[in-house]
């Protein structure tokens, strides 16, 4: 059934090509890092670490980096209300690969109470979160959904906030403190060969998407994407390959014949 509504819902999405639409963006944050037998790795292994990538020692073995994924949606037009739906397509590249231990996605657990003082009314953050595309763990159309007929109360239901600011996240999770640039809807996990040199990252974007309008309907028109983000990831030289490189420059220096003054 999840299927079928899955199926359903990204035939209506369709991206705007007008020049006036809601953007809707997908950031990759780099989370954890672990070693290839989970526990976490010594800090002195990071080198260097920002929100566009991460630079890590050499080491035996692989690492394991959960990547997370925030949403946000800007430049909502007249009669658009809100986030709605949307899909995403995650790409790995490089020497990156999809744990082999948990190689498909992990979607945002999050939990809601939609209607304040009164009892029930909690449920789940987004109404739709999964791999919706013909292989179930290719990061491939990664369907992302609210429901907009079941909001409850304005300023009582968050859900009708949701990928706008400020964002629903919980640090408690183990989300990183500079999260506070987009909704969390759930991460993947990643291994890396640790060897000297080793490259690679992960990119995220939109293809398709809707907002919902006062009358809690949901409509693709005027909504497009931003542009594919990536984090990247890399492996320093050993520190004798930076010693022999070294030497060779000065040896090179050396060898070169002297420069004559130019001639009057």
């Known amino acids: 059934m999840m299927r079928s509504i899955a199926g359903t819902l990204l035939a209506a999405l369709v991206l705007s090509a007008t020049a006036e639409a809601a953007v809707i963006h997908v950031t990759p944050k780099i989370g954890p890092v672990l070693n290839d037998d989970i526990p976490f790795i010594d800090p002195a292994m990071i080198v260097s670490q920002d929100d566009a990538g991460i630079v890590l ?13 925030l949403l946000n949606i800007t430049d909502l037009q007249p009669g658009q209300v809100g986030f709605g739906n949307a899909a995403v397509n995650i ?43 013909q292989d179930t763990t290719d990061l491939q159309n990664i369907l992302i959904e609210t429901a907009p007929r079941s909001f409850g109360p304005e300023g009582v239901d968050p859900r009708r906030t949701l990928a706008v600011p400020p964002y629903h996240n919980d640090l408690s999770y183990g989300l990183g403190s500079n999260y506070d640039d987009g909704e969390y809807f759930g991460s993947i996990l990643i291994e890396f060969d640790s060897l000297a040199g080793n490259t690679g990252g992960v990119s995220a974007y939109v293809t398709q998407g809707s907002t919902y309008d006062a009358d809690l309907m949901l409509s693709a028109a005027g909504v497009t994407g931003g542009a594919a983000q990536s984090v990247s990831f890399s492996i320093v030289p050993e520190p004798m390959s930076v010693a022999l490189v070294s030497i060779a420059l000065l040896g090179f220096i050396a060898l070169r014949p002297p420069t004559r003054p130019a001639r009057d």
């Open 57 to 69: 020692r050499p080491k035996p073995g692989y690492y394991i980096l959960q990547i997370d994924f």
């Open 91 to 133: 790409d790995l590249f490089g020497g990156v690969r999809q744990w082999r231990e948990l190689p498909w996605w992990i979607p945002d657990a999050k939990k809601f109470d939609t209607n304040g003082a009164q009892i029930g009314g909690v449920v789940p953050k987004w109404a739709g979160n999964q791999d919706a595309g």
